[in-house]
């Protein structure tokens, strides 16, 4: 055994190797599973005792140089690879420029911090949903027009509770007053489908959010102040907003808000066609059969509900005047959002 060790040794110390692979090679003949060390240790075992104390000390020796050579060659192997590849290592990395949000992401999450911070909890549903959900809890009457083909997407027909594309969010309403405890109070933002011609002013997808808010005593006028609230949040403290008798079917009675126009304040630009406002979502008391479809007593609980256009409000809020800007992914039109937050 002492023979080997110094001959092992004698051959660590003039190791030589040019590439990586002849280290590995090298470390495998002397460390590796059936390497030569490797088998001296399992020799080690059988020898007798009075020789264990000098032999084992040799090996451990044996075993430290040769794991520093090879660590050395590796090291210098993998450096003069480097620096022969033809890869100049002194010119300039690459820019990367960083990406930028979505203004529908920004303007969504602007809008749910907002309801975040009056205490909202964030709702989400399908967006393949069943015609149970999307209009017959909520009131719609069996032949209104928003059930019809051309404003729907059907996934299946010809069942009792066809499966469909949502049109609306609204049905995140039903299934949240369906499972949740009450009070409910949440915001829903997702994605929408609407068998629509695509121009600047509709798209057959867009996102909305709705919010909903389910407790005793929820008044109209609780209704006002949260939007009024929202409405300074989003476009400034000095905005105003007004509201508009409207008809939802599951809402009684329904509104539309306008907020006053941040751009000419008021005054009349194109932007607000002359009118000094600018429509920005639909709301009003949920209607009692909307409740009690959902297994809430209507006569001890009231509630608000409201549905905006995520890319209506992105709109205002940053002049864009075509809707199809948010889907052609133009990285002229995208990089203008890249300073509206931090990425
Ligand atoms: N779901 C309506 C739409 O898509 C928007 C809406 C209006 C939602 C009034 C509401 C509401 O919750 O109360 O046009």
Known sequence: MKEQIERI?????????????????ARVRLLGKKGEITQLFDEFRTIAPELKREFGQKLNVLKKEATAKIDELKAAAGSSSAASSSEDATMPGDIYTLGSRHPVSIAREEIVGIFRKFGYDVAEGPEVE?????????????NHPARDMQDT???????VNPLLLRTHTSSVQVRAMESMKLPIRIVCPGRVFRNEAISARAHCIFHQIEGLYIDENVTFADLKQAIL???????????QIRMRPSYFPFTEPSAEVDVSCNIC???????????????????????????????????????????????????????????????????????????????
């Open 9 to 25: 040794m004698a051959e660590i110390q003039s190791l030589q190797c040019k590439t990586e692979k002849e280290v590995e090679e």
């Open 265 to 343: 304040h008021g005054k009349g630009c194109n932007i607000c066609k002359g009118t000094g406002w600018l429509e920005i979502l639909g709301c009003g008391m949920v209607d009692p059969n909307v409740l009690e479809a959902s297994g809430i007593d209507s006569k001890k609980y009231s509630g608000f509900a409201f549905g905006m256009g995520i890319e209506r409000i992105a709109m205002l809020k940053w002049q864009v005047n075509d809707l199809r800007h948010y889907f052609e992914n133009d990285m002229r039109f995208l990089r203008e959002f890249s300073t509206c937050v931090e990425v």
């Open 130 to 142: 069943d015609d149970y959900h999307v209009f017959e809890a909520l009131n719609f009457p069996p």
């Open 153 to 159: 997407f059907f996934v299946s027909t010809g069942h």
């Open 229 to 239: 609230l929202f409405a300074r949040e989003m476009f400034g403290p000095d905005a």
